[in-house]
């Protein structure tokens, strides 16, 4: 069995696609990927990466958020590798409306590559 994480649609070259074939199944990390496998081989397997919540989760909030409504605007907290896939250019342009209601939002960007 072999393990692929495809990040771009142009990842599919022959000499991959012979590889791929020969593991009789191949585990791959996102529906993104299972797609693009699937058109070279028959036995793709989707495992979604993660956290299971039932083991780990965020504490109860020790206080309460904040009154939007109150002027003090929203904090909106985006992360993940830079790519165009992962679509950060929509978080820009909706927080650029966002800050047309609430002009005091802050974007928290945590982008990057290795």
Same mark, same amino acid.
């Given at each position: 069995v072999g393990a692929v994480f495809v990040e771009s649609p142009h990842w599919m070259r022959p000499h991959r696609a012979d590889r791929a074939r020969r593991y009789s199944g191949v585990v791959v990390g996102s529906e993104f990927?299972? /797609?693009e496998l699937? /058109?070279? #081989?028959p036995a793709v397997h989707?495992? +979604?990466?993660?956290? *299971? &919540? =039932? +083991?780990f989760s965020? %504490?109860? !909030? =020790?206080?309460? %958020?904040?009154?939007? @409504? *109150?002027?003090? @605007? !929203? /904090?909106?907290?985006?992360? @993940?590798? !830079?790519?165009? $896939?992962?679509g950060q250019d929509l978080v820009?342009?909706?927080f650029q409306? !966002?800050?047309? &209601? #609430?002009? $005091?939002?802050? +974007?928290?960007? =945590?982008?990057?590559n290795p």
């Open positions: 990927a299972g /797609r699937s /058109r070279v #081989h989707v495992i +979604l990466q993660g956290v *299971d &919540t =039932a +083991l965020p %504490p109860p !909030l =020790a206080f309460a %958020p904040p009154n939007v @409504g *109150d002027g003090a @605007g !929203l /904090r909106v907290c985006s992360g @993940g590798k !830079l790519e165009w $896939r992962k820009v342009a909706a409306k !966002l800050l047309q &209601t #609430h002009p $005091r939002s802050q +974007l928290v960007a =945590a982008w990057q």
